[in-house]
């Protein structure tokens, strides 16, 4: 009898871990990252942004509703859940594995990630958008950009304003950046 | 006469003896099934254990289900607490210093004659302030240290944001200019 209710416990407490577990995955649409931190020993450049709701609360204090460049971004943060960005600048190609970019990738295939835009050529890489639908608005957007020199993952939980975000560039004195057109073309 | 009977009652028995066990013969032990009383029963402790697994199971997910949302809530709260307590440290800085409370006590209460003055008061009263002064110190301390981090997380939700409107737009101009190998729409989850 005690065998039994010794069973019942254990089953009914992994039940319980993994329910908690699931959820914590699930939780917002979070992309797991870690995977490519072995990169940042290869790359010349890197960014790495974590930013949880608590400091997004703490950044949007100091952001001025008067200055219209940080209002917009007031905007935007406004409800987000956390940001979360892994960016690698190599100076030469092949420095990065096509297993890790699957890693991400493997990560956006699951539930609740609907693949949005995917740009592909052998030049310049692929850039494959992604956004989490958390009943009919957007509750999570993933940018995968993987070029040959450069791989760069965006992770933004909660509700995201794309048109909003897209407008962002060019705010605070920074011009577009117009990345293509500055590129080197090879021949 | 032997005592045959009183050891085996093989031999001769005894009259006496004989009423004695008369007398005594409805104390005799009698075999009958045991009765358990039901306040004992083993029924109840059968179900003793899974209760109290089933218990303990409750006890955990209430426990995990209550750590799961103060950490989910804990940006809030915690940044409402700090809130809370720089108006609080707000309001203190406009109640009046204890120097002026002093006086005020002086003016509402008779002043004490230098014969009633108590040295445990003044020895107190010098506590306070020195309290008081340590008090908005560290409270000057805790709001540069906040604003020090709101500037960092600032910056650091400025390139997040920078970088992810830079890669959407390169995305959408990249969709523009080959259209061929876009593939729009197309669900994985």
């Known amino acids: ?187 | 006469m032997s005592d045959n009977y009183l050891w085996d009652k093989s031999g001769e028995p005894d009259p006496l003896i004989e009423e004695l066990e008369r007398e005594l013969s409805s104390l005799r032990y009698q075999p009958r099934p045991l009765k358990i009383p039901a306040a004992h029963g083993f029924g109840r402790r059968r179900f003793f254990a899974p209760t109290l697994a089933l218990a303990a199971t409750i006890v955990i997910a209430l426990v995990a289900a209550t750590w799961t949302m103060l950490k989910t809530d804990k940006g809030d709260t915690s940044d409402n607490a700090s809130a809370h307590n720089s108006s609080q440290h707000t309001q203190s800085t406009a109640i009046p210093s204890p120097h002026e409370t002093s006086q005020q006590d002086s003016v509402k209460e008779p002043a004490p004659t230098p014969k009633e003055e108590r040295p445990e008061l003044v020895y107190s009263s010098a506590i306070n302030k020195r309290r008081s002064v340590r008090g908005r110190q560290s409270d000057s301390v805790l709001r540069i240290r906040q604003r020090r981090e709101a500037e960092i997380a600032k910056d650091q939700l400025m390139t997040a944001l920078r970088l992810a409107s830079t890669k959407l737009n390169l995305a959408q101009k990249r969709a523009q200019g080959t259209p061929s190998v876009i593939r729009n729409q197309h669900k994985s989850g």
Do not use: C, H
């Not at chain 1, 254990?10 to 990169?39: K, Y």
């Not at chain 1, 020199?149 to 509700?159: M, R």
């Open chain 1, 1 to 187: 009898m005690r065998t039994t209710a010794i069973k019942l416990f254990i089953f009914a407490t992994l039940v319980l871990l993994i329910s908690i577990g699931t959820t914590a995955q699930a939780q917002g649409g979070r992309v797991e990252l870690s995977s490519l931190d072995r990169l940042t020993a290869k790359a010349s450049q890197t960014v790495d942004v974590s930013i949880d709701e608590r400091l997004i609360q703490t950044a949007a204090k100091v952001l001025s509703s008067k200055e219209p460049d940080e209002a917009k971004v007031k905007e935007i943060v406004n409800g987000l859940k956390g940001i979360y960005v892994r960016s690698f600048e190599f100076e030469k190609e092949g420095e990065y594995a096509a297993a890790d970019v699957e890693s991400i990738r493997s990560q956006l295939r699951g539930p609740g990630w609907t693949r949005v835009l995917n740009v592909t050529s052998k030049r310049e890489g692929a850039l494959e958008v992604y956004i989490m639908t958390d009943g009919s608005s957007i509750g999570g957007l993933a940018v995968l950009a993987a070029d040959p020199t450069e791989l760069t993952v965006v992770n933004l939980i909660g509700p995201v304003d794309l048109e909003k975000l897209r407008a962002l560039e060019g705010s605070f004195g920074i011009p577009e950046l117009e990345i293509e057109s500055t590129k080197p073309k090879k021949k």
